[in-house]
C-alpha cells in the first residue's frame, strides 16, 4: 500500500489546522491520509497520538485560541475532584470579552475576562492559574470538594498557592459569580495537608462536633527528638490521628506505620489509625467509625465536649459540612 507523503516539518508533531495545512501547500487528500485523524473540526493530527484531555484540549486551541478553563483546568492542574466531575470528553475553553464563547461538540464554552495573571501559559496550550482554576470551580462544586481542592493548592508538598495570596486574590472577585462559596470554603481551608481524604476526615470530625486538629505538627519525645508528623493531631490531649490509604497496605510500610505507632504511644501519645471503611456509615443514619473513635480517645485522655452554642447555629454548620461524596481522583 502506497505511504502518505511526507508532511511539511512546520505541520510535524503538533496539531494544525486544516487552513494551515493548505497556506502549507499540503492537499485536501493529504489532510485525509490514514496517518492524520481529525480529533476536532477543522483540525488534524498524528493518528498515534494518544486521545487525552491534553490532546484534545491542545487540538481545540489550535482553532479557537481559548484558553482551557473550569473542570478541565483542575484536572489538567491535577486538583482532587468528585467522580462525578472527571470526566475528560467535555473540554471547557474561556473565550475573553470581544471574542464569542466556543460552540463545538463536546466543548462548554465560557466568555469572561481573564487578567493576565489568571492566565499560564504553557508548552501547548493557555490554562487558567491555579487560583482563578479553584475560584471558577465555585459554580458547580460543593462546599465540602471546595475545601478539598483549597487544602490542595496549599498542600504540604509542592503547593501551588498560599493563603495570603488566596485572601489577596478574593478581595478582587468581591461580588462576582461563585464569591459566597469561594469565601466560605476559604474559612475552611488549612494549609500542609498530604492527601484529599485528610480533608475529608477534617471535615468530618468538625462537623460531628469535635475540635479541630492540627495538621502534621511535629511530634516530639521529651528530649526534643523528632518522632513523626501525623496527619492529625491534639496536642493537649497526645492523640493521634492517622489517615492510612491503599499504599499504607504494601509490607514495607505498613513496618514503618507500625515502627512508626510504636514510638508515639510509648512517647505517651495514643494513636487513632483510620482507612476508608471508617469515614463511611455502615447503614444510613449510624455515625462514621472515624468519628467515635476520635471522640472516645479524646476523652479518655480528658477532653470535655463544649456547650452546643444553639441548636440552630449547630445544625448549620452541619448542614455546610455534610455533602460528601463517597470518592475522589488523586487519591
Request: charge should be positive.
Amino acid at each position: 500500500m502506497r505511504q502518505p507523503s511526507k508532511l511539511p516539518p512546520q505541520l510535524l508533531h503538533r496539531p494544525f489546522s486544516t487552513a494551515e495545512a493548505r497556506a502549507a501547500a499540503v492537499s485536501r487528500g493529504r489532510t485525509r491520509a490514514r496517518d492524520l485523524v481529525s480529533p476536532c473540526h477543522g483540525v488534524r493530527t498524528d493518528s498515534t497520538d494518544p486521545d487525552t484531555l491534553l490532546s484534545r484540549a491542545r487540538a481545540l486551541a489550535t482553532v479557537t485560541d481559548a484558553v482551557v478553563s473550569h473542570l478541565s483546568a483542575a484536572l489538567l492542574w491535577g486538583f482532587p475532584l468528585p467522580l462525578a466531575s472527571t470526566g475528560t470528553a467535555v473540554v471547557h475553553l474561556t473565550s475573553q470579552p470581544g471574542r464569542r464563547a466556543v460552540r463545538r461538540r463536546n466543548v462548554v464554552g465560557h466568555q469572561q475576562l481573564l487578567a493576565p495573571d489568571e492566565i499560564v501559559t504553557g508548552a501547548h496550550i493557555h490554562c487558567t492559574s491555579p487560583l482563578r482554576t479553584w475560584f471558577d470551580l465555585a459554580g458547580s462544586l460543593s462546599l465540602d470538594d471546595m475545601v478539598i481542592a483549597g487544602d490542595f493548592l496549599l498542600r504540604r508538598r509542592n503547593p501551588l498557592s498560599t493563603l495570603q495570596a488566596v485572601d489577596a486574590y478574593l478581595q478582587t472577585r468581591a461580588g462576582k459569580a461563585g464569591y459566597r462559596n469561594a469565601t466560605r470554603a476559604r474559612a475552611l481551608m488549612r494549609q500542609g495537608t498530604d492527601s484529599p481524604k485528610e480533608t475529608e476526615l477534617r471535615l468530618l470530625l468538625l462537623s460531628c462536633g469535635l475540635p479541630e486538629p492540627g495538621i502534621n505538627v511535629p511530634m516530639l519525645d521529651e528530649t526534643g527528638g523528632w518522632i513523626q508528623d501525623p496527619d492529625m493531631s491534639y496536642e493537649r490531649e497526645k492523640v493521634a490521628v492517622q489517615y492510612d490509604g491503599g499504599h499504607h497496605a504494601e509490607p514495607r510500610q505498613r513496618r514503618s506505620d507500625i515502627f512508626r505507632d510504636e514510638r508515639s504511644r510509648d512517647a505517651g501519645w495514643r494513636v487513632v489509625v483510620l482507612t476508608q471503611w471508617d469515614l463511611t456509615p455502615f447503614a444510613p443514619g449510624l455515625e462514621p467509625t472515624a468519628v467515635t473513635r476520635v471522640r472516645a480517645a479524646l476523652l479518655d485522655r480528658g477532653w470535655t465536649p463544649h456547650p452546643p452554642r444553639g441548636a440552630e447555629l449547630v445544625r448549620g454548620e452541619a448542614a455546610q459540612l455534610t455533602d460528601r461524596p463517597s470518592d475522589r481522583n488523586g487519591r
